[in-house]
């Protein structure tokens, strides 16, 4: 056997050694002081695992790897995988770019300042009539999807909002995440506005686009470097049916999850021919 890469992180050397196996290079661990050591098993294929190591010490974040970890189910026994993990916080924070933390410092902080009492629905909620659609205070068609009404409706959104905007920013850039959020936000607002009137928030109508992106964009493109597991998009839309047939015991923005959704699958179709950088 040949050694191929040391790594201090046992997750990710496991991460690596299952995708490896996907491509048809088998490779072994082994763990010792200085961290845990990849080894191929087969030295006719030295060529390309050199490749592969190279690209993953490139982007060792890239969800192809613990994609491969999910599907793989595999561990060994050997190994003691709590070695060299990162702490949930740092992870947390690893796993997301600049505008996807900006968004869940600024949904927090709104929170808290109407948890206090102080006015901040009046200065963020939607234009209450349609004679103000046309007035200076443009931020209303977006800042509703900052405005939560729960902790649990809070939590929900922000979970996955850092699952799906994380990953969005970091494989394909702030940019993008940002227009998904700008036109996330707006049209699904509008949308809900005719559907229900004014009173209304949160940001599961952008959750709901980047969730419709994201999952088109991997059936198109299964090289762009997202990860959807058809699981959670079957979840959500079971969600997103419970919601119009009012079996969910809370009022729920369903016009604004269904124009989200749309959002992300039409702006997923516009992308389907891009690559990522």
């Not at 070695?83 to 709104?110: E, N, R, S, Y």
């Not at 922000?158 to 049209?187: C, D, H, M, P, T």
Request: proline fraction near 5%; glycine fraction near 8%; aromatic fraction near 12%.
């Amino acid at each position: 056997m040949i050694q191929l890469l040391v790594l201090g992180d046992a997750r990710m050397a496991q991460a690596l050694v299952d995708y490896l196996a996907t491509l048809g290079i088998p490779c072994e661990l082994t763990q010792s002081e200085l961290g845990v050591s990849v080894w191929l098993a087969d030295e006719r294929r030295l060529a390309q695992a050199q490749q592969e190591v190279k690209r993953f010490l490139s982007e060792p974040n890239h969800p192809r790897y613990m994609e491969a970890s999910w599907q793989s189910g595999h561990a060994d026994a050997r190994i003691d995988y709590s070695k060299g993990m990162t702490d949930p916080v740092t992870d947390f924070l690893h796993q997301a770019g600049p505008l996807t933390l900006v968004v869940i410092i600024a949904c927090l902080a709104i929170y808290a300042l109407d948890a206090i009492g102080l006015p901040i629905f009046d200065e963020l909620a939607f234009h209450p009539t349609l004679a103000q659609f046309t007035d200076w205070q443009a931020w209303r068609y977006v800042t509703p999807a900052f405005i939560h009404f729960s902790v649990l409706h809070l939590v929900f959104n922000l979970l996955w909002w850092w699952y799906l905007g994380g990953q969005i920013e970091q494989r394909l850039g702030s940019g993008k995440l940002f227009i998904l959020l700008i036109v996330g936000a707006a049209l699904p607002n509008i949308a809900e506005f005719f559907a229900s009137g004014p009173r209304f928030g949160g940001l599961s109508g952008v959750v709901y686009a980047l969730l419709g992106y994201s999952w088109l964009r991997t059936r198109l493109q299964p090289d762009c470097g997202l990860a959807m597991p058809p699981a959670l998009m079957g979840f959500m839309l079971v969600w997103l049916v419970l919601g119009f047939l009012d079996m969910l015991g809370t009022p729920t923005a369903n016009m604004a999850h269904l124009v989200g959704l749309l959002v992300g699958l039409a702006q997923g179709w516009l992308d389907r021919h891009h690559r990522p950088a």
